[in-house]
């Protein structure tokens, strides 16, 4: 009976040290990430709207309600310059049509903003300004994104749209986590959060079912962990039950065992003309996923397949790279290696996944403003506040 009561006693002992460490993170991730939110917040609090009718392109084949995007690595052909463009893997080509992406990503950097700021202040004027965005962008019918990505990273001459651009969505992962940390705000009514779960809804429905979806779905690379990882935010945040068990599936059967190497290291991004930020952000997305499916029952985080690839070892793998960059023993990447790595979702959520201090004081030291728009737009977590629960 003492035996017993030892092995009690010394369970919930072991469940409180884990508690404690967990909120210790979060306290030591606030005290870090104030200063920064309370200033992105008082900006956002002067931002009007801007959604994707605020401007065109000549070249979409879309209406004024379509997301439009150009392929990042796609050029004019020298040889032929009013013909298909061609691809130079890497090189960004500054004269695309990304206007649509940066408004998202404006979008969701408000959001982000404004709901970390609630969360820190329960202060109803940050919801307030949060759902004029909102609305905007998901119930007002003169402003609001139409429901897909049929138009995204087209290429001219080649494609009107691509699966490959469904990644640009991974930005509205940050705007439905805001919405969910401010669902206990009477100033975001219950029509106005029906609306945009709508919205999602659609999104969804025509993530899953339409070829473009299918296409980045299968993607052997980050883009099918992109896929996977908004994919189940969305479904979360509907609860999509269904979608949610085929994501968390999909995670263990198929991205971790084909993606990872039994070192901890992504091959496919490795090979890539920017191995280190790919790596960088593939690793971000995985530990997302973990970040968003993650259950007492199912815990990704501790899943490991049987040849003993897992998440953690992704982390163990990457963590002496972020740490000090000068001991990547790869090649460098040919753009933004300047730029990388700043405070990386993967380590605060690791460090409060396995109660890692060394992780998290190595997160505390990184940026966590990045001004490179390259930088922004691969950081699928900027605000970690608003996912640590």
């Not at 001219?156 to 992962?173: E, F, H, N, S, Y």
């Not at 999602?200 to 296409?215: P, R, V």
């Not at 690793?283 to 970040?291: G, K, N, R, V, W």
Request: proline residues 5%; contains cysteine; neutral net charge.
């Amino acid at each position: 009976m003492r035996f017993r009561l030892s092995i009690i006693v010394l369970s919930v002992c072991l469940l409180l040290s884990a508690f404690t460490t967990d909120q210790s993170v979060k306290q030591q991730a606030t005290v870090t990430l104030k200063p920064y939110i309370l200033k992105e917040a008082a900006w956002a609090m002067q931002q009007k709207p801007v959604t994707v009718t605020a401007e065109t392109s000549p070249r979409s084949s879309g209406g004024k309600h379509d997301f439009y995007s150009e392929g990042d690595y796609w050029w004019p052909n020298p040889a032929d310059p009013t013909g298909p463009y061609i691809q130079k893997d890497g090189l960004t080509n500054p004269q695309n049509f990304v206007a649509h992406r940066l408004a998202m990503i404006r979008f969701s950097r408000i959001i982000g903003a404004l709901a970390s700021a609630y969360k820190i202040t329960h202060d109803e004027k940050y919801v307030k300004q949060a759902v004029v965005h909102l609305k905007a962008w998901f119930t007002d019918p003169e402003t609001l994104m139409n429901p897909n990505l049929q138009y995204a990273q087209a290429i001219k001459g080649v494609a009107t749209g691509r699966g490959i651009g469904i990644i640009d969505t991974i930005q509205l992962m940050e705007v439905v986590q805001g919405v969910e940390a401010m669902a206990d705000s009477s100033s975001l009514n219950k029509e106005t959060l029906a609306g945009i779960k709508l919205w999602f809804s659609e999104y969804l429905t025509w993530l899953t079912t339409h070829q473009y979806g299918k296409d980045e779905m299968n993607a052997k690379n980050n883009h099918g962990t992109c896929w996977t990882m908004q994919a189940a935010c969305f479904a979360k945040f509907t609860g999509n039950q269904e979608l949610i068990k085929f994501c968390s599936d999909r995670y263990k059967d198929v991205l971790l065992p084909t993606q990872m190497a039994t070192d901890g290291s992504f091959p496919l991004e490795l090979k890539r003309t920017k191995p280190y930020g790919y790596s960088i952000f593939n690793l971000d997305a995985m530990t997302t996923l973990c970040q968003i499916l993650s259950t007492k029952d199912n815990d990704l985080w501790n899943y490991q397949t049987t040849d003993g690839k897992s998440i953690k070892k992704g982390i163990e793998f990457l963590y002496p790279y972020l740490k000090d960059k000068n001991t990547w023993p790869y090649p460098h990447d040919v753009m933004h290696w300047e730029s990388w790595p700043t405070a990386q979702p993967s380590l605060i959520f690791g460090a409060a996944a396995y109660q890692n201090q060394q992780w998290l004081s190595t997160w505390k030291t990184l940026d966590h403003d990045p001004q490179d728009e390259e930088i922004i737009r691969n950081l699928p977590v900027r605000h970690p506040l608003i996912w640590l629960n």
